[in-house]
């Protein structure tokens, strides 16, 4: 009788914490009718919103508790935190370990020892093929051109995750800082996907510098065009929003021109690995599922009010930006493997 009586209590004390902390949420949130015009983007979204707090404080505050952006800015917060970590490992194995290697006696055997460790890893979790590549990163050593090219992609991803998140936490602050933040927002995917071109052209086009340049020059040049039209006012209205995603879909979409100029010079078996073709190809179909789910509000719209807190197009967005800059990731490795196992960073003239 006890036991089930402290069992009652404990059923008791969580139902209490929890109807108190929703009651705690539903205290600090407004409806979209409560809302200032800046603040309406959305209107399939029907609560769960933060009113302007014009303080910085006031809208980090918000991080502890749960509201209709607390989705948006964990995500990308979190994946900013995954991805600083793994470029520190990545960065560890391109460089450290092959530093102290030309230097110290014992640190070849921490070589080998590393290597063992992500083949013990692979047996045990069952996925060899993404763990054996990422072990290649400790058994090789990277160029200075390898570690940069890796650089400017975790650069473009943390840069982009980090942005989103912090915009998010502070858009409720003020017309002004929503406005610019939102900017920011743009740009910052902008810079996931210019970083993420710049090595898997370096890996792609290996042995023809000319074409690295050629699809460089071109990215960059995509890249400054999209960046002028997104700070532009006129762009930044929920009006232009369908537009402002086709422009983004475009400029992922270039990505196509170098990948088939590749297909026809390699063909596809080659290009499955010298350039990470099927991690390359998922990246791009869960980039344009996101964006195309954002641009046209569903799954919000087909019942609003549902999906307000959990579910919604722009969550749905930023979890796939997540996926796609992971399937991008093993494209890279997958290219890093084949760049040191079969051409041996040699080019055949």
Not at 113 to 121: D, E, L, N, P, Y
Not at 279 to 293: D, Q
Request: charged share 10%; aromatic share 16%.
């Amino acid at each position: 009788m006890e036991t089930d009586r402290n069992k009652s209590n404990a059923i008791a004390d969580t139902i209490s914490k929890t109807t108190a902390t929703s009651v705690k949420s539903s205290s600090l949130t407004v409806t979209w009718e409560k809302l200032p015009a800046w603040q309406q983007d959305n209107h399939y979204i029907r609560t769960g919103y933060r009113p302007a707090s014009a303080s910085f404080l006031k809208s980090f505050a918000s991080l502890g508790y749960l509201h209709n952006e607390s989705v948006n800015i964990y995500s990308h917060l979190l994946g900013a935190f995954f991805f600083t970590v793994l470029g520190s490992l990545i960065y560890y194995f391109m460089i450290i370990l092959h530093f102290h290697s030309s230097h110290y006696s014992y640190y070849p055997d921490l070589i080998m020892k590393a290597k063992k460790t992500f083949f013990s890893v692979s047996t045990a979790y069952g996925s060899s093929d993404a763990i054996d590549t990422a072990a290649t990163l400790a058994t090789f050593t990277s160029s200075p051109e390898e570690v940069r090219v890796f650089s400017c992609f975790f650069a473009g991803a943390i840069s982009c995750l980090a942005i989103s998140g912090t915009y998010h936490a502070i858009s409720n602050h003020s017309p002004t800082v929503a406005r610019w933040g939102n900017k920011m927002d743009y740009v910052g995917i902008i810079c996931l996907i210019v970083g993420s071109f710049i090595p898997s052209i370096f890996y792609g086009f290996y042995c023809h510098p000319v074409l690295q340049r050629l699809y460089w020059n071109m990215i960059f040049t995509l890249g400054l065009a999209c960046t002028a039209v997104t700070i532009f006012d006129r762009f930044r209205t929920p009006v232009w929003r369908p537009y402002r995603a086709t422009m983004f879909i475009a400029m992922g979409l270039s990505a196509l021109f170098p990948v088939i100029h590749g297909l026809k010079i390699y063909g596809f078996h080659t290009m499955r690995s010298r350039i990470g073709l099927v991690g390359l190809v998922f990246e791009g179909i869960f980039y344009i599922m996101g964006a195309s789910l954002y641009a046209a509000r569903w799954p919000e719209r087909s019942k609003p009010g549902f999906f307000d807190v959990w579910g919604s197009s722009h969550q749905i967005f930023h979890i796939l930006v997540l996926v796609a800059a992971g399937f991008h990731f093993y494209s890279l490795l997958t290219a890093y493997k084949y760049h040191h196992h079969v051409i041996g960073a040699t080019c055949v003239s």
